[in-house]
């Protein structure tokens, strides 16, 4: 008897924690953010969204509160390798015009040949919005994201290596370098 009430609970504990960890992973899969930020007109916010892409859950990004158009779709940051991307800073730089930053990663892990980390890129955008039948996008600066590049922060292959452009100040040190205000 003592047994199988032991079993039971251990059953149930197991069970628990299935379940505890399959609706975390919802949860976090669903979860929306939102940021008010200082970019087309006062009023903004920027939305995230979990949305599928071709090869797992992506994020979307939207700007709303923007009184001339109403919702402004930004980007779809799509999976890679099946590792749901990471929204690590948003943030706005420049005066005439503007520039609208948002540094994303992307896990990346292969224990079998030593490699650990993230994949990390900086998307750059204008205040531009370009009209594509009835939805509302805003215009990528392709030229500024490419300088940037796409770039590896932890260990590869056994050696560390560093992406510079991790967070929101080193971007900026970097703008400023360059002469962008």
């Not at 979307?60 to 779809?76: K, N, R």
Request: glycine share 12%.
């Amino acid at each position: 008897m003592r047994k199988h009430v032991l079993t039971t609970v251990v059953r149930m504990l197991i069970l628990s924690l299935t379940l505890a960890l399959f609706w975390s992973g919802i949860s976090s899969a669903a979860e929306q953010q939102s940021y008010r930020i200082p970019f087309l007109g006062g009023g903004a916010s920027i939305e995230f969204r979990s949305e599928q892409s071709q090869d797992g859950d992506g994020v979307g990004a939207y700007i709303t509160g923007v009184a001339e158009t109403g919702g402004v779709f930004v980007d779809l940051y799509e999976a890679e390798g099946g590792a749901t991307p990471e929204i690590k800073s948003v943030f706005v730089n420049g005066k005439k015009p503007k520039k609208l930053f948002i540094i994303v990663a992307w896990p990346s892990d292969s224990p079998s040949i030593g490699t650990g980390g993230s994949i990390y890129q900086v998307f750059a955008y204008d205040e531009r919005i370009e009209k594509r039948g009835a939805l509302a996008k805003l215009r990528r600066d392709t030229g500024l994201t490419k300088r940037f590049g796409v770039g590896f922060d932890g260990t590869r292959e056994g050696q560390s290596v560093t992406y510079r452009y991790r967070n929101a100040s080193a971007v900026k040190r970097q703008l400023l370098e360059w002469g962008y205000i």
